[in-house]
């Protein structure tokens, strides 16, 4: 079964304002969890990630979240500009013997209003 | 070069037909992995291809055959598919030390009738 998912499967938000994108999960043995991007047309692209033993990681205009506490994970993009416009998926990697795959969540459409 | 190709990009089969979806990088990534995903869903997890060899089959039907030629090279041999198995089929590769760190192709929309 599908073990991340999403609080929200849509976000409107205004132009230069800030957006926070939620996850819930439930594999706690995950050592990473990552958030993607993934516009109209085109294949995911990696944003940020944060390991599982971190609380917040910073990156150019977006923060994660990490509480392991209620496994939650949260992804904000700072004054979001319409490029930002896109469906924001986190994922969790699956440990393999030699690479790791990822769980992704259900993802939430990200609409940046003018 | 931080890209990942994907031919073609569309693709109509029958379900008796037999054809294959290639993909390509050329960033020395050493981990290839093949995703499926249904329109509006999320991405899911098909094969993990790690140093040429397989390391993950996500217990994916045996109409789905995965091949890794060479480390740049990503091939899905496809036959007697069924029409549920229409989906956008995308590759992605990564580095050694950074898994979670995936570039995807633009996928190959496979319709099947």
């Known amino acids: 079964g599908e073990s991340v998912g999403l609080h929200l499967p849509t976000l409107s938000v205004q132009e230069g304002d800030n957006s926070i994108i939620n996850c819930a999960y439930s594999n706690s043995a995950s050592d990473y969890f990552i958030w993607y991007k993934q516009e109209s047309g085109k294949g995911p692209q990696f944003i940020i990630d944060?390991?599982?033993?971190?609380d917040k990681r910073q990156g150019q205009r977006v923060t994660v979240l990490l509480n392991k506490t209620v496994k939650h994970l949260s992804l904000q993009i700072a004054a979001t500009q319409p490029g930002d416009s896109a469906v924001y998926f986190c994922?969790?990697?699956?440990?393999?013997?030699?690479?790791?795959?990822?769980?992704f969540g259900k993802g939430t459409h990200l609409i940046i209003q003018p | 070069d931080t890209e990942v190709t994907q031919t073609p990009k569309h693709l109509v089969m029958g379900m008796t037909n037999k054809k294959s979806l290639k993909c390509e990088q050329h960033?020395?990534?050493?981990?290839m992995y093949w995703y499926k995903q249904k329109a509006k869903k999320p991405p899911e997890l098909m094969f993990v291809?790690?140093?040429?060899?397989?390391?993950i089959n996500e217990s994916v039907p045996s109409r789905f055959s995965p091949e890794c030629p060479n480390s740049s090279l990503l091939n899905l041999h496809l036959h007697a598919l069924q029409p549920e198995d229409s989906a956008l089929y995308l590759c992605a590769s990564s580095q050694g030390t950074t898994y979670y760190e995936q570039y995807f192709g633009p996928g190959t929309r496979l319709t099947v009738t």
């Open positions: 960033m020395g990534h050493r981990a």
């Open positions: 944060i390991r599982s033993n971190m």
């Open positions: 291809y790690s140093y040429e060899k397989l390391s």
């Open positions: 994922a969790e990697n699956i440990p393999g013997g030699g690479a790791d795959g990822l769980t």
